[in-house]
Nanobody, 114 residues
Framework: QVQLVESGGGLVQPGGSLTLSCAAS????????TGWYRQAPGKSRELVAD???????NYVDSVKGRFTISRDNAKNTVYLQMNSLKPEDTAVYYC????????WGQGTQVTVSS
């Protein structure tokens, strides 16, 4: 049974940093594309960053230069390093991976507020 578990969310002041983790069991991240998505209240879910099985990364314009997606194959974990956080980054963050993008984590809340 495949399970993706996000962690690392929390409350942070504007300009602060957080690192989100997505740990997988029952599947191997390095074989698949993995994306980090976020959903703010009243808004649709959006792709924030992704990493291919080959390690190529991509970012939505609003986070370029501030967020970094990475993968640790030994730990079977994908990370999202978030720097210079802004109030508009407030959302529930989810990771998604697997064949046909079928697996989602439960989400982790990120709140950026003073």
């Amino acid at each position: 049974q495949v399970q993706l578990v996000e962690s690392g969310g929390g409350l942070v002041q504007p300009g602060g940093s957080l690192t989100l983790s997505c740990a997988a069991s029952g599947m191997i991240f390095s074989l698949y594309y993995t994306g980090w998505y976020r959903q703010a209240p009243g808004k649709s879910r959006e792709l924030v960053a992704d990493i291919t099985s080959g390690g190529k990364t991509n970012y939505v314009d609003s986070v370029k230069g501030r967020f970094t997606i990475s993968r640790d194959n030994a730990k079977n974990t994908v990370y999202l390093q978030m720097n210079s956080l802004k109030p508009e980054d407030t959302a529930v963050y989810y990771c998604n991976s697997g064949r046909n993008f079928r697996y989602w984590g439960q989400g982790t809340q990120v709140t950026v507020s003073s």
